[in-house]
Nanobody, 137 residues
Framework: QVQLVDAGGGSVQAGGSLRLSCEVSGYGDIRDSTAYWAWFRQAPGKAREGIRSTYEGITATYRGETYYKASVKGRFTISLDSPKTTVYLQMNDLKPEDTAIYYC??????????????????????WGQGTQVTVSS
């Protein structure tokens, strides 16, 4: 059974950096071509609105390709550390609007993958518990 444990959140001032980690257990080589990995975030007080997801896709990686939300591109980087079976999210130049709970997520169904819908949280079947990131101005 695959499990994800998120860590690395904290409080920083605007312009600062944090590196989040997602420790993966119950899975083999996280660089293989089967699984796709992503980071989502949920802003404080965000309520579900109809069918609109409250989880905002930040970045994902699958088969060597990476995908980023426009507002974080150039500031955030997703990476896979295979020996350590850890997924990282390096966040630089943080802004107050990046304040949220960040979640690592994994998906394993190749037929569900559409690269132009990488941010669809319904494709990801395993989630970490989340780690809080707070950015002050």
């Amino acid at each position: 059974q695959v499990q994800l444990v998120d860590a690395g959140g904290g409080s920083v001032q605007a312009g600062g950096s944090l590196r989040l980690s997602c420790e993966v257990s119950g899975y083999g080589d996280i660089r293989d071509s089967t699984a796709y990995w992503a980071w989502f975030r949920q802003a404080p007080g965000k309520a579900r609105e109809g069918i609109r997801s409250t989880y905002e896709g930040i970045t994902a990686t699958y088969r060597g390709e990476t995908y980023y939300k426009a507002s974080v591109k150039g500031r955030f980087t997703i990476s896979l550390d295979s020996p350590k079976t850890t997924v990282y999210l390096q966040m630089n130049d943080l802004k107050p609007e990046d304040t949220a709970i960040y979640y690592c997520a994994a998906g394993f169904s190749a037929r569900d993958w559409l690269d132009y819908m990488w941010y669809d949280d319904r494709k990801y079947s395993v989630w970490g518990q989340g780690t809080q990131v707070t950015v002050s101005s």
